[in-house]
DNA sequence: AATCTCACATAAGCTGTACTTATGCATGAT
DNA sequence: ATCATGCATAAGTACAGCTTATGTGAGATT
């Protein structure tokens, strides 16, 4: 069965509650008029008398009486719900970025920004897929590329360059460090990772000997990163990742030799949702986080 | 809060079923285009995306997840009291009667309509005010007058017409009644009734000599007819009330003439809703009952 | 008793929302 | 490579739903 136009049940509804036409106009912002002729509309659709009109006042039939505690309710229930989505909108921010930077940088550091801001929950989706907002259930996003998407917002990171870093117990195991071509004499980890050829060829080394040991794929800085800080390997990684880790001695960048391939991370959302609060927020206290470097 | 425009409600709960807007338009027998013109508005209002557009299908985001469920328990709510409402408003019939003719005639009678529609239950309004279906809760009224009511229909039922009767004893007491002078050797229940003098003077006696006994003076010709049956006196009464007790001879009627006032009692309900079923059904049989005479 | 006031009904006319039609776009299926 | 499907968008339209203006009836007020 079909609804009644739900304009006309709103009507009822408040008329009901107000036990007055003109109150209830006066609630939703419309003329007696209008409640009136709503109403005499759903009587007719319904079949039946819902309110008496009495000289000063108009009172709920039975049939009425019965009906209007129960739209009531289903009123209150859709504004509940309504006004829960928007604190839930509100209230909970849902990031989605490609999983290197996850875990190498922002996981690390969300415990500060929950702690500035403790009313806003976070929602973290580690995907590789490229950004697209209308088909992904996410607030803000964090991807590499060229910083160009129309209609979004687009705020540099920092620049997803490449060294080479190691363990230092490894350095020392061949007497240390000197040069580019005395990472030759270690093990690679990836050794087809497309950044050691730049790398080596930004040090001046065009054609190094990588010797591919195929144990040592991973397809992920991340885990790239955890194998280079046990000692398997030299890793070719991203210094801006592992500030800690060189600042606490597990590993060391021998050079400042840094490769780059004009590809940056990039903190993105949509234009339009720019002045949304938590993404206000979020975007905020990334920004002030890069500068605190 | 105000609610968003329930139309974009209505096109939220029939796409989130339905997982599809074509099809949720199909239900509504709208186009597509309508239903995502309505969803996106809603979105904006809320602020917040609830559905997520992948090729070939819409999926519901987190929050719009939330939100079906509770707006589909709403709708439903509202479904289910609009449809009692519509069986109330079909299965019970509100007659608004005065009291003499629902003591007299109706009460007694109903257990056959209600045998004749089990269906439909019978709720009895006795009251004396004018019939004026916009303020008073009822489908039929019966009432005495015109009969010309504008918007109305009315049915004739039977002319108010009356004459005196009396209780066989009673008139045995003084010789049977032979002669319209000898009712006043008896006591008059309700002397001043106006009837009486109407009567008197159609019987040829203009100014009867009618002794007021201030005891006995009821308003109502039910309360009279049990004082008439129980041998009080005679009294003035509309034979149409009566057959049963004239029948059995609890009551007689001496003398043919009767008085009449043009006054007619009448079935009336709005124009409107003449075919409405139980009115229908009611009016049917009530002429009925009066064709079985 | 006469007048006033209040609340709703009704008519006429306007306005803007919610619709349709037409088209475009992306993607999964064939 | 082509087709089919499902949603988005733009433009134009129709009519529901509104406002304005006025009428009505019965309490309230004097």
Redesign the interface.
Known sequence: ?N??P??A??AFEAAARHGSFTKAAEELSMTQAAVSYQIKLLEER????LF???PRQVTL???GA??SP??S???D??????????E???G?L?ITTIPTFAANWLVPRLGSFQLAQPALAVRLQATREIVD?????ADVGIRSGSGRWPGMIAHKIFDADFTPMLNPALAASIGGVKTPADLLKLPIVDPSDPWWQLWFAAAGIPEPDLRGDPRSRYGDQHLEGKAVIAGQGVGILTPAFYETELAQGQLIQPFDIVGTADHFYWLVYPEARRN?PKIRAFRDWLLGQLEER
């Open positions: 069965m609804l009644p739900l304009a049940i709103r319904i079949g039946t008398a008496l009109r009495r039939t039975e049939i019965r009906l129960v739209i309710e289903a009123f229930m859709m504004r509940a719900a309504i006004a829960a989505t928007r839930n909108a509100d909970v849902t907002f209308s088909r992904q259930d949304v």
